[in-house]
């Protein structure tokens, strides 16, 4: 099983970018899937959760209205839309499933190596 997160890059304040996590050897319908981020010298958190079917969705307040996650089961693929993107959204962002949706780092089993999102002022 892999998961592969791509998409990310260097940005303005204000700017936007859509990060994409392939997976392979897992399908996307039967797990819920998690963005979380990792900036430097802090602990990885969580950024935004979709449910397996893809018709729940939950956000941290820092970027609730301004990111969107997504996935299209039918091909393996999941999405966080990010827009209005702030210096402090700066971080490595990482995708992971789960077996069911969750908010907690702890209940996803499988990652992503991380792709780097840089916001400059």
């Known amino acids: 099983v892999q998961l592969q997160a791509s998409g990310g890059g260097l940005v303005q304040a204000g700017g936007s970018l859509r990060l994409s996590c392939a997976a392979s050897?897992?399908?996307?319908?039967?797990?819920?899937v998690g963005w979380f981020r990792q900036a430097p010298g802090k602990e990885r958190e969580f950024v935004a959760t979709i449910s397996r079917s893809g018709s729940v969705t939950y956000y941290a307040d820092s970027v609730k209205g301004r990111f969107t996650i997504s996935k299209d089961n039918a091909k393996n693929m999941a999405y966080l839309q990010m827009t209005s993107l702030k210096p402090e959204d700066t971080a490595v962002y990482y995708c992971?499933?789960?077996?069911?949706?969750?908010?907690?780092?702890?209940?996803?089993?499988?990652w992503g190596q991380g792709t780097h999102v840089t916001v400059s002022s």
């Open positions: 992971a499933t789960s077996s069911s949706i969750s908010v907690e780092r702890g209940r996803y089993d499988y």
């Open positions: 050897g897992r399908t996307f319908s039967t797990y819920a």
